[in-house]
């Protein structure tokens, strides 16, 4: 008698809204999706994000059909197929976000640097004003990202902060958006 596939078992799993088997099949597809998504993405589209981003994006509105049995797969390769198509249009909706910033974007080139105006000096009501923004972030921010925060206070690039803190510069894009957008909805 033939042993059954791990995908398969993983695939009933599934199908019945199993927690679990949902993070073991996006631990199974999530690098050949990154894969996916880094063959399309150009030098410029790697600076608005990167192929965790998408991958990530696309798990999260996938695992709501997942746990609701929404969708039926009848083997391994019809669920690749699935999550591939899906990460691709997700691709294509940030791709086309983008397209107006990528055509508007110039590299500014050494002597540009020269022609840039010069920073005015910060007057009091800016730090007054400065110092009350940093007290409201502190408090929309968990205690868990204070420190990736400051880093970011200090003029740290996405890359050192990753370094520093051993994140992944687009999991650092997504805390430091969040709380930009919490932010925003605080001053609504």
Not at 30 to 40: D, G, I, K, M, S
Not at 70 to 88: H, I, M
Not at 146 to 168: F, M, N, V, Y
Request: with cysteine.
């Amino acid at each position: 008698m033939a042993t059954p596939d791990p995908l398969d078992i993983l695939l009933t799993q599934l199908s019945v809204g199993d927690a679990e088997a949902a993070q073991r099949v996006f631990e199974t597809y999530e690098p050949y999706l990154r894969v996916v998504v880094r063959r399309h993405l150009t030098p410029a589209l790697r600076a608005k994000f990167d192929s965790m981003d998408i991958v990530q994006s696309v798990w999260a509105d996938l695992l709501t059909g997942f746990r609701s049995n929404s969708w039926r797969f009848a083997n391994p390769a019809q669920l690749r197929a699935f999550l591939v198509r899906v990460t691709r249009n997700r691709l294509i909706d940030r791709v086309r976000q983008q397209q107006m910033s990528l055509r508007l974007e110039q590299r500014l080139g050494i002597d540009d640097l020269h022609e840039l105006p010069q920073a005015r000096p910060p007057q009091v009501a800016d730090q007054l004003e400065a110092d009350e923004m940093w007290q409201r972030l502190l408090v929309l921010c968990p205690p868990r990202h204070r420190d990736l925060l400051e880093l970011k206070r200090q003029g740290l690039s996405l890359a050192e902060i990753a370094a520093r803190t051993g994140l992944h510069e687009g999991s650092i894009r997504r805390i430091l958006y969040a709380l930009a957008s919490r932010l925003a909805e605080g001053d609504r």
